[in-house]
């Protein structure tokens, strides 16, 4: 993928040099000895583990005014957690990391094409999960919610971060902090392992389900899973089509140079022209 590169300056202006030195000074080393690792008995070493706690309170505000910070010196303005899509969004997509930028495209394409009830929910911070962001982009209008995870929990009822967000739902609800008057029907699945492609044909898939009275919970999507039955269908003829997007497939026979000529020539087109290249 094509990157958009900060400058030294940039860089050198979020960095916080006795931030640096104070954390360097605390590494092992002969010149400024201490004890690192000591053993604690039954009697103290409960209440010490709970000392911890203000310092995991106080890292999404911390976090956050980072985001800003860097927002100010690059233009670019991030958050914990990021709503997109229709103010009055009946059905939401959670997911972080790459899986969110193919949901946005795919979503703003349905929306111009009259589904326009869509909305995505992409999280910059998983510890500590940030409860209190994303139960403010929770439309009040939401009725089901597909949670996305890019990993598998064999024996758990669910992946991390769909377990994440239906007891941050949970206790909103309870502490009347989520704008929905009732809990919204909240899904989970898995995508992407190994790199295996997620596409646009699939997020449709997963918004079309989530239309459904009843739709399936801990489902597969991206795989035809004919041993337990979790995949969900999907059109794999169905594509957003972008102005101004060239693509091509090329074929090659083993050895014949074909995969590192075209990643070459991607790198060129990344590095030398305006243009965004993928592949």
């Given amino acids: 993928n094509t990157c958009e590169l900060l400058d030294d300056e940039q860089i050198l202006e979020m960095l916080d040099e006795k931030a640096i030195h104070a954390h360097r000074g605390r590494a092992l080393n002969p010149e400024n000895p201490f004890i690192r690792g000591t053993a604690q008995n039954p009697d103290t070493y409960f209440q010490a583990r709970e000392t911890v706690n203000p310092y995991y309170a106080a890292t999404p505000g911390i976090v956050q005014s980072c985001m800003d910070r860097f927002a100010e010196l690059t233009g670019r303005q991030y958050s914990l957690c990021e709503y997109y899509g229709a103010p009055d969004a009946e059905h939401l997509i959670v997911v972080l990391g790459s899986g969110s930028g193919v949901t946005k495209e795919t979503m703003e394409y349905l929306a111009k094409q ?55 739902l949970a206790e909103g609800l309870a502490d009347d902090k989520l704008a929905c008057d009732r809990m919204p029907i909240v899904i989970g699945g898995r995508f992407g392992l190994s790199s295996k492609d997620f596409t646009p044909a699939m997020v449709k898939g997963v918004f079309d389900e989530l239309k459904k009275a009843k739709p399936k919970n801990h489902f597969t999507i991206g795989i035809n899973d004919d041993l337990s039955g979790t995949s969900l269908d999907f059109d794999p003829s169905f594509i957003v089509e972008q102005p101004g997007v060239y693509s091509a497939m090329f074929y090659g026979q083993g050895s014949d140079g074909t995969v590192g000529a075209n990643k070459n020539t991607i790198k060129i087109i990344g590095s030398q022209t305006k243009q965004h290249a993928q592949g």
Avoid: C, M
Wanted: charged content about 30%.
């Fill in 114 to 168: 009259g589904d326009d009830k869509l909305g995505l929910v992409n999280l910059h911070l998983y510890r500590p999960f940030p409860v209190d962001a994303l139960l403010e982009k929770i439309p009040a209008t939401t009725k089901s919610i597909a949670v996305l995870d890019r990993t598998k929990e064999p024996g758990s009822r669910g992946e991390p971060l769909y377990k994440d967000v239906v007891t941050a």
